[in-house]
């Protein structure tokens, strides 16, 4: 369970989640700003503009703290790790896991 399905079970839904009317201009769903946050965020928007996402952000109570979220958590882990290098024993264990992994499943 992903942090966002965690975060929308505490939420829980509501009439936000189906599109909505805001001002004349048809809003995205929750549900939809929600699957979009990544890309969004990245810049990289193919199922719907940037403008609608944004705008259901900047409307939204509920899901506007999920973009906070994870713009927060991107900022932290640049910060964390800006001009810092893995050591190479580590990303040596973390490639044998992911033969591991890949391997067993």
């Known amino acids: 369970?992903?942090?966002?399905?965690?975060?929308?079970e505490w939420f829980g839904g509501g009439a936000s989640d189906s599109?909505?009317?805001?001002?004349?201009?048809a809003m995205i769903s929750c549900e939809d700003a929600l699957r979009l946050v990544y890309e969004f965020?990245?810049?990289?928007?193919v199922d719907a503009s940037a403008e609608e996402v944004k705008q259901?952000?900047?409307?939204?109570?509920?899901c506007y703290p999920?973009?906070?979220?994870?713009?927060?958590f991107r900022?932290?882990?640049?910060?964390?790790?800006?001009?810092q290098a893995a050591p190479p024993e580590l990303r040596d264990k973390v490639v044998a896991l992911l033969e591991q992994a890949r391997t067993e499943g």
């Open 1 to 8: 369970m992903s942090l966002f399905d965690k975060l929308r």
């Open 19 to 25: 599109a909505e009317q805001e001002g004349g201009v």
């Open 41 to 45: 965020m990245d810049g990289e928007l």
């Open 56 to 62: 259901h952000f900047d409307m939204c109570q509920r």
């Open 66 to 72: 999920h973009l906070r979220l994870e713009a927060a």
């Open 75 to 83: 900022d932290a882990l640049k910060r964390a790790t800006s001009g």
